[in-house]
């Protein structure tokens, strides 16, 4: 049973950095993707940022491009999300979430439907 604690959330002020941790356990490396999404109140869960652990290649949502990086220690089996430049509408709650791409194509990289097990989220607010 794959199971995803996150941590890191916090508070900050527009302009601060945070990095964010997703610790997995019963998650397999082949053929998987790793994701972050974050939904914010009132708003829809929205697709962040997603690891491909086929081809390695890492998708972004445009609105976070240069300003944060995915990444992962395979030895931890850890995902990272560091987050730069943040403003205040990057507030929201952050999940972590597995799975695998829906038809095998990166354009579902975004789409929650392409993840079955998900993290119970951190809260990341930035204050103006």
């Known amino acids: 049973q794959v199971q995803l604690v996150e941590s890191g959330g916090g508070s900050v002020q527009t302009g601060g950095s945070l990095t964010l941790s997703c610790a997995a356990s019963g998650v397999t490396v082949s053929g998987r993707c790793m994701a972050w999404f974050r939904q914010a109140p009132g708003k829809e869960r929205e697709g962040v940022a997603a690891i491909d652990r086929r081809t390695g290649s890492t998708y972004y949502t445009d609105s976070v491009k240069g300003r944060f990086t995915a990444s992962e220690e395979f030895t931890k089996n850890t995902m990272y999300l560091q987050m730069n430049n943040l403003r205040p509408e990057d507030t929201a709650i952050y999940y972590c979430?597995?799975?695998?791409?829906?038809?095998?194509?990166?354009?579902?990289?975004?789409?929650?439907?392409?993840?079955?097990?998900w993290g119970q989220g951190t809260q990341v607010t930035v204050s103006s």
């Open positions: 979430a597995a799975g695998r791409l829906r038809y095998g194509d990166s354009r579902y990289a975004h789409d929650p439907t392409s993840y079955t097990a």
